[in-house]
């Protein structure tokens, strides 16, 4: 399965009262397959996995499956802390037609989650899921970083296809690519490091900013693809900005009042995550307009 591209990791929309909304769900998406993103993730990070139950996720899956365009690749969120569960949620998703499942570290006992027992999750993983899987690196909410060592382990399994590298640090990154067989898919979560990346060889990004902005981190891509590298890398400077500001340090609450001022539905986080102060709104607000002016400088 060739995952390159841009991957937005949907956000989950939720109601004043803090339910679901759905319809806010398929509205964003009917959009999003408007533009040349590859695909989708669902219940990934951004998309407040932690804070669904069991019976939201599957909703989630439906719903975005229902709104998606047949042309785009669909990812589910499927990693939680139980082996045995991950295993029920991957193929859960598999039978709602999703491609491929993006698994987290488990983290929680992090003292005895040592390569070991991660090596052993994965691959019971692996073995079990009835699509391929992508491994999902995102030590600033785990605490725990796969390192290149372990991902070439994994890499030899047939069933494991790729890794979201999401520490933004080039470094480890260009080791995984170096030392993974060619097939192995590298996909980047830092926007800020997106161009760098690509030239070294991910494939692709699955971007928080790419909610927000779409078609500027699709732009990115296509330059740094087709041997663009000034475009690329303007681009990279513009987006620097927007990827510090709304993602790095305001988070998914950053993320969906972005969204709010680009004409998709934002709304709020799902608590205990909090809502932007009117301050941070006016920063986020004023950084879409930077980007904004810099975009039309630069046309």
């Not at 229902?66 to 589910?76: C, M, P, T, V």
């Not at 296809?161 to 080039?170: A, D, F, Q, R």
């Not at 928080?208 to 693809?225: D, G, K, M, N, S």
């Amino acid at each position: 399965m060739k995952l390159h591209g841009i991957f937005p990791p949907l956000t989950t929309p939720f109601t004043s009262e803090g339910a679901l909304a759905l319809d806010r769900l398929r509205e964003n998406i009917g959009k999003y397959n408007h533009t040349h993103l590859a695909g989708y993730v669902v219940t990934g990070s951004t998309g407040e996995s932690v804070l669904l139950s069991r019976k939201e996720t599957e909703q989630v899956w439906a719903a975005a499956r229902a709104a998606a365009s047949s042309e785009k690749i669909l990812i589910a969120g499927t990693g939680v802390e139980s082996t045995a569960e991950t295993i029920e949620r991957t193929n859960c998703a598999a039978a709602l037609g999703y491609h491929a499942a993006l698994v987290k570290t488990p983290h929680y006992f992090k003292p005895q989650m040592d390569p070991q027992a991660q090596l052993e999750h994965f691959l019971r993983v692996a073995d079990a899921a009835r699509i391929p899987l992508l491994l999902y690196s995102v030590p600033q909410f785990t605490g725990i970083a796969l390192e290149p060592s372990l991902v070439v382990r994994l890499a030899q399994h047939p069933n494991i296809i790729g890794i979201k590298e999401s520490s933004g640090n080039l470094p480890r990154v260009t080791e995984i690519i170096h030392l993974t067989p060619v097939a192995f898919q590298t996909l980047v979560g830092s926007a800020a490091t997106l161009y760098p990346s690509l030239a070294v060889g991910a494939v692709g990004g699955i971007l928080a900013l790419a909610c927000v902005l779409p078609e500027a981190c699709i732009e990115l891509y296509e330059a740094a693809t087709t041997g663009n590298a000034q475009r690329a890398k303007d681009l990279q400077h513009r987006l620097l900005p927007a990827a510090q500001k709304i993602v790095a340090e305001l988070g998914i609450a950053g993320i969906k009042h972005a969204m709010d001022c680009t004409g998709y539905y934002g709304g709020t986080p799902r608590p205990p995550l909090l809502p932007l102060t009117e301050a941070q709104r006016r920063e986020v607000e004023a950084v879409l307009a930077g980007f904004t002016s810099a975009a039309s400088a630069g046309s």
